[in-house]
């Protein structure tokens, strides 16, 4: 089974830096579950949260600074905001990323188009994710040879009859451990490939001899 570090190896460092992006490759992971959003001069910056102020003080939306700006904030471990870019250098295809779009109202489709503008010549080791179904029917008609992720966190939209019809384009789903209950009930490991998140110590040998492709770990190291 598989190992994604969940914002890199967030467990010990700042989560979406490019020190737990370095560590988490040095540890042997899989791949690297990461958070994107756009700058206001729209460069592709790495950052979870929808507000600067918990990881940097500065009470501020990420999309309200220029990259520039944003690469001045301190936000942990003397580690600044990356960019996707740098990141795309740092692994340079040792290992798979995933690039989960923070949804935006009013900047997802220029999202949509950077990412797909930065990794078109990429798409065997980077791959993309997203809640929201129109920002992932947006990519597929962008580019379908990308790969995208499903993420869930609701059991009624596992439970809907239409799922498989409905997702037919997309390639694995992302769901919460949480619902792991659900997911064994209705036999998805068969059908689909399957990654749960976010995973530290619940028990999911069933799961794992059912066919669960992979797991997302704050704490990736692999033993």
């Given at each position: 089974?598989?190992?994604?570090?969940?914002?890199?190896?967030?467990?010990?460092?700042?989560?979406?830096?490019?020190?737990?992006?370095?560590?988490?490759?040095?540890?042997?992971?899989?791949?690297?579950?990461?958070?994107?959003?756009?700058?206001?001069?729209?460069?592709?910056?790495?950052f979870?949260?929808?507000?600067?102020?918990?990881?940097?003080?500065?009470?501020?939306?990420?999309?309200?600074?220029?990259?520039?700006?944003?690469?001045?904030?301190?936000i942990?471990d003397?580690?600044?905001?990356?960019?996707?870019?740098?990141?795309?250098?740092?692994?340079?295809?040792?290992?798979?990323?995933?690039?989960?779009?923070?949804?935006?109202?009013?900047?997802?489709?220029?999202?949509?188009?950077?990412?797909?503008?930065?990794?078109?010549?990429?798409?065997?080791?980077?791959?993309?994710?997203?809640?929201?179904?129109?920002?992932?029917?947006?990519?597929?008609?962008?580019?379908?040879?990308?790969?995208?992720?499903?993420?869930?966190?609701?059991?009624?939209?596992l439970?809907?009859?239409?799922?498989?019809?409905?997702?037919?384009?997309?390639?694995?789903?992302?769901?919460?451990?949480?619902?792991?209950?659900?997911?064994?009930?209705?036999?998805?490991?068969?059908?689909?490939?399957?990654?749960?998140?976010?995973?530290?110590?619940?028990?999911?040998?069933?799961?794992?001899?059912?066919?669960?492709?992979?797991?997302?770990?704050?704490?990736?190291?692999?033993?």
């Amino acid at each position: 089974m598989k190992i994604i570090a969940h914002r890199g190896y967030s467990a010990r460092y700042t989560q979406n830096t490019l020190i737990a992006f370095e560590k988490a490759i040095e540890a042997g992971v899989y791949g690297i579950e990461i958070d994107l959003r756009l700058s206001s001069d729209e460069e592709l910056i790495i950052f979870h949260d929808d507000n600067l102020k918990n990881l940097s003080g500065l009470d501020k939306a990420p999309e309200e600074l220029s990259l520039s700006q944003l690469k001045e904030l301190n936000i942990g471990d003397k580690q600044k905001i990356a960019s996707l870019n740098e990141l795309l250098n740092l692994a340079d295809a040792k290992v798979k990323l995933i690039l989960e779009i923070k949804f935006n109202i009013d900047t997802y489709k220029k999202l949509c188009e950077k990412i797909n503008f930065n990794i078109k010549d990429k798409i065997e080791w980077v791959e993309v994710s997203c809640f929201e179904d129109k920002v992932l029917e947006y990519m597929n008609n962008l580019n379908p040879k990308i790969k995208l992720h499903k993420l869930i966190d609701n059991a009624s939209i596992l439970k809907d009859k239409n799922f498989k019809k409905k997702y037919k384009y997309i390639s694995y789903f992302d769901i919460n451990i949480k619902l792991k209950n659900i997911v064994s009930q209705l036999s998805l490991f068969e059908k689909h490939k399957i990654i749960f998140w976010t995973v530290e110590n619940e028990d999911i040998s069933k799961e794992k001899d059912a066919g669960l492709y992979a797991i997302m770990k704050d704490n990736p190291q692999i033993n």
